[in-house]
């Protein structure tokens, strides 16, 4: 993509390629999902800012859904999943109950309510841990199928916000099968993590959020994770490093992905098993 088009973004949490070689960019500061032609010359804004269906405000989550894209937002504090066609047409739309939760963040990351969601063929599948499960499922709809995975012992049970935000961008992670379950847990090991889990506290501070709640300050040590095209699993860390594991949960390499210097992915997206694209930035990587 030509240097000049990533400069009319403010911040480009997801790029993806389509079939026909251009890119959909989902600028989340921006407040809008933009396609760009395979010369990367020009974007075209598909969808904009605005509390309308049809638009989006606050957004927080973007997945491409086969010939279609998801965008999850919180117009007048309430959660919302839109899925849109890829000339921008709205296709559906649904709200989740309640009003939006505040979320943990670090930066411009976000780590729980919808930070995260998923085209599973016919169904969304998106991080939800308010509902009392690690994922939840809905159809196109809003429809509720399941929730899926457990939350791991912290201790902090009795502290319900402490207890989610534990279980939010943790050096863990658990396979399930498409009966739910759970074939086997890794913890996320590596001696670039030595210090980090030395050093993890045992006492966290608390913040006021904008809905005045106050919430524990719990700083994350993943960033992102993807499953590429072979299944393998690449954890991004927050630090400058990414572990990739086989569909059998061993370790196979470390990754670090370096531009003008290291770089530290909040999205990868991969065009094929070797080549991801990776934000911030946009950039297409030869691993």
């Known amino acids: 993509m030509a240097p000049e088009v990533l400069w009319l973004f403010r911040e480009p949490a997801a ?6 070689g251009s890119y959909l960019v989902f600028d989340r500061a921006g407040h809008r999902v933009c396609r760009v032609p395979p010369s990367g010359s020009e974007a075209v ?5 605005g509390p309308e ?19 999850a937002d919180a117009p007048r504090q309430r959660e919302r999943v839109q899925l849109f066609g890829f000339d921008g047409g709205l296709l559906s739309s649904f709200s989740l109950s309640g009003r939006a939760t505040a979320r943990i963040t670090q930066g411009r990351l976000t780590f729980n309510g919808v930070s ?10 998106m991080s939800q841990p308010e509902t009392g499960g690690v994922m939840i499922e809905f159809t196109p709809r809003g429809h509720p ?7 791991r012992a912290t201790g902090h049970e009795d502290d319900r916000d402490l207890h989610l935000a534990l279980n939010s961008g943790l050096p863990l992670f658990r396979k399930y099968d498409d009966d739910d379950r759970l074939l086997f847990a890794r ?15 045992t006492a966290w501070p608390r913040r006021t959020d904008g809905l005045g709640r106050d919430l524990p300050l719990a700083p994350p040590t993943v960033r992102t994770a993807e499953v590429d095209p072979a299944g393998n699993l690449w954890v991004s860390l927050w630090l400058p490093f990414t572990y990739v594991y086989d569909s059998h ?27 991801p694209l990776v934000t911030p930035g946009c950039y297409r990587f030869s691993v």
Do not use: M, Y
């Open 53 to 71: 269906a049809g638009n989006i405000i606050g957004p927080s989550a973007f997945a491409l859904a086969g010939d279609r894209f998801i965008v």
């Open 145 to 151: 199928v399941r929730t899926i995975g457990q939350f």
């Open 187 to 201: 913890h996320i090991q590596g001696p670039e993590l030595g210090a980090t889990i030395q050093t993890l506290p």
């Open 45 to 49: 804004e598909l969808v904009r800012i």
């Open 116 to 125: 995260s969601l998923r085209w599973a063929g016919r169904s969304i599948v």
């Open 249 to 275: 949960g061993d370790k196979i390499r470390t990754v670090q992905f370096r531009d003008a210097g290291l770089l530290s992915p909040d999205r990868l997206f991969f065009e094929s098993r070797d080549r």
């Open 15 to 20: 790029c993806q390629t389509l079939v026909d």
